[in-house]
Nanobody, 127 residues
Framework: QVQLVESGGGLVQAEGSLRLSCAAS????????MGWFRQAPGKEREFVAG????????LYADSVKGRFTISRDNAKNTVYLQMDSLKPEDTAVYYC????????????????????WGQGTQVTVSS
């Protein structure tokens, strides 16, 4: 049974920072790429950032490039999202997800490429 548990969300002022964590279990974590997605009220869920299984490759949405950093610690089965210079438009529920395919070479941005998701953590940025 694969389980992903996010933490670290909260309320922060604009230009502030938050660090999200996602603890994974039930699958050999180091064999899979991981992704962070978010869903704002009234909008579809969107890709935010992804990281390869070894952590040597990352991919970011244009809207967060230069402000967010994804990383992982395979020894702790945990993936992180460091969010700096937060903006009100970053307000959303943030989800981590694990790739459905082991050893995938490329980091994919479509939701259908990921088969297990966390419950989400709310991030609210006030202006």
């Amino acid at each position: 049974q694969v389980q992903l548990v996010e933490s670290g969300g909260g309320l922060v002022q604009a230009e502030g920072s938050l660090r999200l964590s996602c603890a994974a279990s039930g699958r050999t974590f180091s064999n899979y790429n991981m992704g962070w997605f978010r869903q704002a009220p009234g909008k579809e869920r969107e890709f935010v950032a992804g990281i390869s299984r070894t952590g040597d490759k990352t991919l970011y949405a244009d809207s967060v490039k230069g402000r967010f950093t994804i990383s992982r610690d395979n020894a702790k089965n945990t993936v992180y999202l460091q969010m700096d210079s937060l903006k009100p438009e970053d307000t959303a529920v943030y989800y981590c997800a694990v790739d459905a395919v082991r050893y995938r070479v490329f980091i994919l941005t479509r939701e259908s490429a990921y088969d297990y998701w966390g419950q989400g953590t709310q991030v609210t940025v006030s202006s």
